[in-house]
């Protein structure tokens, strides 16, 4: 069973909307520090936001913020990035993360054990 799986990409225009979703498994789900990343091509891979699942404490980077919101289901085992007024520049393949280390700023790939296969993420002008 794969630990986390995400959903929900695609192709949208400039201005659209899309929610991202990563279902959390197995060793994964029992990780309290959820992240999601984004890496374009050629490009490190960047921290957009992250959660904490028990307390629901969130952090969006400053490149998304108020644009992008993070969010969970601790019932369903999800995790969701809600994201709005889209640009190119969001353009990229979106990763959903899991972390046994308590959160630092800006997100570091390092600090995260697990991660998801990936969701493409194409915002056109």
């Known amino acids: 069973q794969v630990p986390l799986v995400e959903s929900g990409g695609g192709s949208v225009q400039a201005g659209g909307s899309l929610r991202l979703s990563c279902a959390v498994s197995?060793?994964?789900?029992?990780?309290?520090?959820m992240g999601w990343f984004r890496q374009a091509p050629g490009k490190e891979r960047e921290g957009v936001a992250a959660i904490l699942l028990f307390s629901g404490s969130a952090y969006t980077a400053d490149s998304v913020r108020g644009r992008f919101t993070i969010s969970r289901d601790n019932a369903k085992k999800s995790v969701y990035l809600q994201m709005n007024s889209l640009k190119p520049e969001d353009t990229a393949m979106y990763y959903c993360a899991a972390s046994r280390v308590a959160r630092r700023t800006p997100l570091r790939p390092a600090d995260f054990d697990y991660w998801g296969q990936g969701t493409q993420v194409t915002v056109s002008s």
């Open positions: 197995g060793l994964a789900s029992t990780y309290n520090h």
